[in-house]
């Protein structure tokens, strides 16, 4: 968050996965654990 002008601005991350990947992390989520990174230079406009 950063104050801007008359006001504060924020950004709301987020981030789109598939349903057949939302099932194998919520499948690994209930085991040892889940390691993910997003890379920004991947992004779609």
Known sequence: MGYIGNGFSFT?????ISQTDGNVIRAALS??????????AL???
């Open 12 to 16: 709301i991350r987020s981030v789109m």
């Open 31 to 40: 085991g040892s654990g889940v390691n993910g990174t997003l890379n920004p």
């Open 43 to 45: 992004r779609s406009s």
